[in-house]
């Protein structure tokens, strides 16, 4: 017959039917919207903070360092990590991290007395002989001009 019938028929019709019923039991609910907006401006990457294993000087007393040796204690690191080729080499055991010039530091040449700042010696090799006391031959420790543009005189490790 075209017509249902008030009451269901004892066996399963031959073929299936579709179904209009919703299912026995909802679906989970969608997930959150995210609750963080992204930032503004893009962060920036991790900072390298490592020390140079190849790295090493001259200590006080004549003998080798380098900065496993410096690291063993404290006085040692109050000591030698101010200077600008042992804090640029040590970054992590002299907490040097990262690794730049300080900011507004201004030296006079001592060839000439001109008033300069670290960016002046940086890119330009020839001037980086003012990061050491040896200024005219650019070797020795570093001057205060190295300890304190440490970067510009190219002590960074990494």
């Given at each position: 017959t075209k017509n249902p019938s008030s009451e269901p028929s004892v066996s399963p019709t031959g073929n299936p039917t579709r179904s209009i019923k919703p299912s026995p039991s909802p679906s989970k609910s969608p997930s959150?919207?995210?609750?963080?907006?992204p930032t503004k401006t893009p962060t920036n990457a991790p900072i390298s903070c490592t020390d140079?294993?190849?790295f090493g000087f001259i200590r006080l007393n004549g003998l080798d360092g380098d900065c496993t040796w410096l690291g063993v204690n404290s006085d040692r690191i109050n000591r030698y990590c101010d200077r600008g080729d042992i804090k640029g080499a040590c970054q992590a055991t002299c907490s040097f991290c990262p690794c730049?010039?300080?900011p507004g530091y201004e030296f006079a040449r001592p060839d000439n007395g001109v008033i300069r700042n670290c960016p002046?010696?940086?890119?330009k090799p020839i001037r980086r002989r003012f990061c050491y006391v040896d200024y005219e031959n650019g070797v020795g420790e570093p001057s205060?001009?190295?300890?304190?543009?440490?970067?510009?005189?190219g002590f960074c490790s990494s």
């Open positions: 959150r919207s995210p609750t963080k907006t140079d294993p190849d730049i010039d300080t002046w010696i940086t890119g205060d001009v190295g300890n304190n543009c440490v970067e510009a005189c």
